[in-house]
């Protein structure tokens, strides 16, 4: 196995539950040419440290698979950590809740893999290619264990980009199953949605944003809404189950549009969409907003749940600006409650939180914030690096 050597300081963090290694902390040569996709580190007095996943293409090329001691990395051990990962979520399995996080990477012992599952569909989206040798036997692991009639893969973004021509993986493949549609109905608090689980976003839902979703139901009585980045319309179903008064949704793409029309049909039937209460308009975010703020057409409450602003850590700065804009735009058309949020990892949460409140005081508004809420449950995050969603609820009062 190929074994590498970091600094005292990394071997310190990593003790302490640190998960990563880059490529620019390794310390000794390694031998090339080599295709092997586990590694060893060992300490400074060359005792074992921790063994894991290892991808010598890519910046993050270590994840810790196990720490302390040499161990068989076999079925038995994924077996072990994907109960310990089902124990987490044994609330969440009931009838009214079907689509969930199973597995959330580094935070459940399987670095660079999420699991997510939607009825008896099971949906493995890899991050760290390393995972390619070890999936028939992981993807007949899950399958069994959750009895799923089809599995399928997802890659990330840069694995795509690294696959050979003539891999055998591909985004969207089949693992398991005869693939009927990729739309998978589930359910989630008792509504119905269904996700695009071959070509969707993400695998398909924003599952992370389940309990704001549900905060939004309870705040929409009798309210007009704004759902700005609505993609398949999860907040607007719980905002309509709400009973809301009317409903504007924003999105710049008709895919996203149009799988959030089924949603709302499929969980309204009785409701006609689009209807003077209903609209959709497609665009960019921050024009559309403008455009409402020039018409002076406000809402009782605004959701603004974007995608990340910045890929990197470079493009943190041109983030917070983003949010900041984003804020003072939804605060100018909100006339009681703002509720935002952010995916970005590399903006901190009290980064995020004060452009947010500057963006709101620049619209010439005060507010108070009525609650921060983060990670779900079937998202634990036990490095900074995993706090990726931050959201806050605001309660709005225009200047004097
Ligand atoms: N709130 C959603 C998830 C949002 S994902 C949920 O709960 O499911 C981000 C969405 O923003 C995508 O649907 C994407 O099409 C849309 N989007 C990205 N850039 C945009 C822009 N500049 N203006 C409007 N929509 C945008």
Not at 345 to 365: H, P, T, W
Request: glycine fraction near 6%; include cysteine.
């Amino acid at each position: 196995m190929i074994k590498i050597k970091i600094s005292k300081m990394l071997q310190r963090k990593i003790l302490k539950g640190y998960p990563w290694v880059f490529s620019y902390q390794i310390k000794n040569q390694l031998p090339e040419g080599k295709s092997e996709n586990m590694a060893v580190i060992y300490d400074h007095n060359n005792r074992f440290l921790a063994m894991g996943l290892w991808d010598p293409n890519a910046n993050l090329c270590f994840r810790v698979l196990s720490l302390g001691k040499p161990r068989d990395i076999n079925s038995q051990f994924f077996l072990k950590r994907l109960k310990s990962a089902n124990l987490i979520r044994e609330s969440l399995q009931n009838e009214l809740t079907t689509g969930y996080r199973v597995i959330n990477g580094e935070n459940d012992g399987f670095p660079g893999l999420v699991l997510d599952r939607y009825e008896d569909t099971l949906v493995i989206k890899l991050y760290a290619s390393s995972w390619f040798p070890l999936l028939a036997e992981l993807s007949e692991l899950f399958r069994k264990e959750f009895s799923s009639k089809q599995v399928v893969l997802r890659l990330a973004q840069n694995i795509i980009k690294s696959l050979e021509p003539n891999s055998v993986y591909q985004d969207g493949l089949i693992l398991f199953g005869k693939e009927k549609s990729s739309w998978i109905e589930f359910k989630e608090n008792g509504l119905r949605f269904l996700a695009d689980v071959v070509k969707g976003q993400k695998t398909g839902f924003f599952l992370d944003q389940r309990n704001n979703r549900l905060k939004i139901r309870e705040m929409a009585k009798k309210r007009s809404i704004l759902n700005v980045f609505s993609y398949s319309g999860g907040f607007s179903v719980y905002a309509v189950a709400g009973g809301c008064r009317s409903l504007v949704e924003v999105d710049s793409n008709s895919f996203a549009l149009e799988t959030s029309l089924r949603n709302l049909k499929l969980n309204f039937p009785d409701k006609s969409f689009p209807a003077s209460n209903f609209k959709q308009e497609k665009g960019d975010a921050f024009q559309i907003l403008a455009k409402m703020k020039r018409e002076k057409r406000y809402f009782d409450l605004v959701v603004l749940d974007p995608p990340a602003f910045a890929r990197n850590k470079k493009q943190k700065k041109q983030a917070l600006k983003a949010y900041f804009r984003l804020a003072k735009a939804g605060a100018e058309v909100a006339s009681e409650i703002l509720y935002a949020a952010s995916c970005t990892r590399y903006v901190q949460a009290n980064e995020f939180y004060d452009a947010v409140c500057l963006g709101i005081r620049s619209a010439g508004k005060k507010y108070e914030r009525i609650v921060e809420t983060g990670h779900a449950r079937d998202h634990p995050a036990k490095f900074p690096e995993a706090f990726y969603l931050k959201s806050a609820y605001f309660n709005l009062v225009q200047h004097k």
